[in-house]
């Protein structure tokens, strides 16, 4: 499923990244906060330090 709607979206977007939450379900923002965070900083400021998951959440 996942691969389709990546391959479905690939023609419509200038930058389409695809990422897999593993152990997580339909609800990424509850089910992996942390990951979930990592991958948008990644995404909007990827030339930027990582920030630690501790600084993420409290």
Not at 1 to 13: E, G, I, Q, S, V
Not at 29 to 58: G, H, K, M, T, W
């Amino acid at each position: 499923m996942a691969d389709n709607l990546f391959l479905a979206m690939k023609p419509k977007a200038d930058n389409l990244q695809g990422m897999i939450a593993e152990a997580s379900g339909h609800f990424v923002p509850e089910e992996a906060p942390a990951f979930l965070l990592e991958q948008i900083f990644r995404f909007f400021a990827p030339d930027s330090e990582p920030v630690p998951n501790s600084q993420l959440l409290p």
